[in-house]
């Protein structure tokens, strides 16, 4: 249990006994301090620097130290029923009474008069002089007795008089404790408050700067003085705190701040020595500005925090890792493509990007994040159709502890939370079920998801990218996708070029892989670079890059092979074609069923390679279930 310190600082000693008496002394110390009004202030300020929680005063002592400390005085006041009790007192003295009041006249004194038959003189006081003079001019037309503090009596007797001291009821000495209890409750919260904040201050990694609405200095932590090369300034000593701005440093901007009001966010400064990013919000009290908050890192600090977390988004994999220049190509109609590529990654707006298989997309979404101002957040991507539609679902919007059985404990947060501030790469798009087409819709339109099994509805800033082998105009016109988001997601669109439409960036992308895999030390000669550009390529840049990897490690030592690359281009012109052994003139003794077993597994393994090993894409383009496609292949 807390126990608090209060003062009692008065002229009248037995008000102080008597407020002693009423306290508890298991909560709370009263400690008495006698003095006169010309001393209370200074011995009031001294008790507190020495640890009292709260003064506490009566009559115009207590009056005065609630006018003019500046700190909660809590007054012991004198109702009219105490000042009754006092009167009936002195009526036995004479019918001529005074009664001593602070500042201002008492009302409603004539009702004790009739009352009582006296007459009542008020003696109104600001001053100890004032009441010396008063009292003796009271006592000069008549008056012997005198109501009011214990120093009436002290005044009043060498001049012959009697003095009645006015004594608070319990009632009242009872609820300025409880007042001043539930103050020192409230300042020692305060000061445990100010502490916290202080230490808050002074463990951020930012410097911080406050000033007022004089442009003087009120808070200017310890990392603001390190940042800025304060080296006289310390924990203790704080040698800034209370003057004009400029005098301690130039080139913040608060000041203009507190001239126009308008916050400034993330300003690049020179200050002193130091290259700063600086944030400076106008404090507003009752629509005017009070002061200003200001905080800042140096910008050496911060390009080394953005190093660190792009790394750590990294190893997530929330990163794009590809730019612009790795998408090669010099065609006419490639160049074309990056041109308005570099265009749409300035704008906000949901991109489509359109190719076969294996034309790039997903590089050109990297690239497109990359050059925008999303660069610096999340970059996120996911495939569509690798995933059944529960757990697409699930990963896109996330889900609640308990959503679902197996549902991970805690919950888990997903895509699009993930991607918040950044970009959600959505490959494979004509892929999604229709139902997660409707939520993906409101998703977009309403900029917020909310998780599987949950209540709340998060907001969400995310610049969706997706892609389609498909054309996605085609699928929405035959009902297969809907409309709506198709409007949604292309708001901008880009068509990459299959590499048989471009047939003159062979030799490019050829060489670009040769460099890549073998360092430049594997060829391929002009003759054979003739008869790459003579195939179709119906696999795109993934077909050739296989093609030239299965080269690379071939070879072994030698530099160049034509045979061998010859060999290779032939199996690949040999897919989709009859295979081996399946020649009606074959005079092989299998049966019908083996000959359809053989041609069966090849058409499955070229839909397979054609579709990326994903079984389900290759399931659909052979018109069979999943369950079908597993079957076969074991």
Wanted: glycine share 8%; net charge positive.
């Amino acid at each position: 249990m807390q126990k608090y310190t209060f003062a009692f600082v008065s002229n009248s000693p037995e008000i102080g006994e008597t407020v002693k008496l009423y306290s508890d002394p298991v909560t709370e110390e009263v400690i008495v301090h006698l003095a006169t009004m010309e001393e209370a202030i200074p011995v009031a300020r001294g008790l507190l620097d020495e640890g009292v929680d709260v003064i506490l005063g009566g009559g115009g002592t207590g009056s005065l130290l609630a006018q003019t400390l500046g700190q909660p005085v809590i007054r012991i006041t004198k109702t009219h029923i105490d000042i009754l009790h006092a009167l009936i007192k002195a009526h036995p003295h004479g019918d001529h009474i005074g009664l001593t009041t602070f500042g201002k006249p008492i009302d409603g004194i004539e009702v004790f008069e009739k009352l009582l038959s006296v007459k009542i003189r008020q003696i109104v006081f600001s001053t100890t002089e004032d009441l010396v003079n008063g009292i003796s001019d009271a006592v000069g037309d008549g008056v012997r007795c005198i109501v009011g503090d214990g120093i009436c009596e002290r005044i009043i007797a060498p001049l012959g008089g009697v003095g009645i001291l006015t004594v608070p009821s319990k009632e009242e000495i009872l609820q300025a404790l409880r007042e001043a209890r539930a103050i020192a409750a409230a300042r020692r919260q305060e000061r445990k408050d100010v502490v916290q904040i202080r230490t808050v201050l002074e463990t951020i990694k930012e410097g911080v700067i406050v000033i007022d609405n004089d442009g003087c200095v009120r808070i200017f932590n310890q990392m603001a003085a390190d940042i800025l090369g304060f080296a006289g300034v310390n924990r203790n000593l704080r040698l800034p705190i209370g003057k004009p701005l400029p005098q301690i440093i130039q080139g913040t901007g608060l000041l203009g701040v507190l001239k126009t009001g308008k916050p400034e966010i993330d300003q690049v400064r020179r200050v002193g020595s130091a290259n700063i990013v600086i944030t400076s919000l106008p404090v507003i009290i009752n629509g005017k500005t009070e002061g200003v908050v200001a905080t800042f890192r140096e910008t050496a600090k911060i390009q080394d925090i953005d190093r660190k977390l792009r790394e750590k988004l990294y190893v997530c994999g929330f990163i794009a890792r590809y730019t612009i220049d790795h998408f090669k190509g010099k065609n006419a109609r490639v160049k074309q493509l990056l041109e308005q590529t570099r265009k749409y990654a300035q704008t906000p707006a949901a991109i489509l990007i359109e190719g076969e298989t294996g034309t790039g997309k997903e590089i050109l979404a990297h690239g497109i994040h990359n050059m925008s101002e999303r660069k610096h957040k999340p970059f996120i991507a996911i495939n569509c159709s690798a995933l059944p539609e529960s757990l697409l679902e699930s990963e896109l919007f996330g889900y609640e502890e308990g959503a679902f059985t197996g549902a991970k404990r805690g919950g888990r947060i997903g895509l699009f939370e993930l991607a918040n501030e950044g970009t959600l790469f959505l490959d494979e798009i004509a892929d999604i079920p229709p139902s997660l087409q409707v939520r993906l819709l409101r998703v977009i339109d309403q900029k917020e998801i909310m998780r599987i099994g949950g209540e709340r509805i998060v907001p969400v800033d995310v610049r969706i990218i997706s892609s389609s082998y498909k054309n996605l105009s085609e699928e929405s016109r035959c009902g297969r996708f809907r409309m709506d988001l198709y409007f949604r997601l292309a708001m901008l669109k880009l068509r990459i070029p299959p590499l048989r439409e471009r047939m003159d960036d062979i030799p490019l992308l050829a060489r670009e892989l040769l460099m890549k895999l073998s360092n430049g030390s594997k060829q391929i000669s002009p003759a054979m670079m003739k008869r790459l550009k003579e195939y179709d390529w119906p696999g795109n840049i993934r077909e050739l890059d296989s093609l030239i990897n299965r080269y690379v490690v071939l070879l072994g030592a030698a530099k160049h092979d034509d045979g061998l690359l010859t060999d290779l281009l032939g199996e690949l012109r040999s897919v989709g074609t009859t295979p081996p052994n399946m020649n009606p003139k074959d005079n092989s003794r299998k049966s019908l069923k083996q000959h359809l077993e053989v041609y069966e597994r090849m058409l499955i393994e070229a839909a397979l390679n054609e579709c990326q090993l994903n079984k389900k894409r290759a399931a659909r383009k052979l018109g069979i279930s999943v369950n079908t496609l597993w079957r076969k292949l074991h």
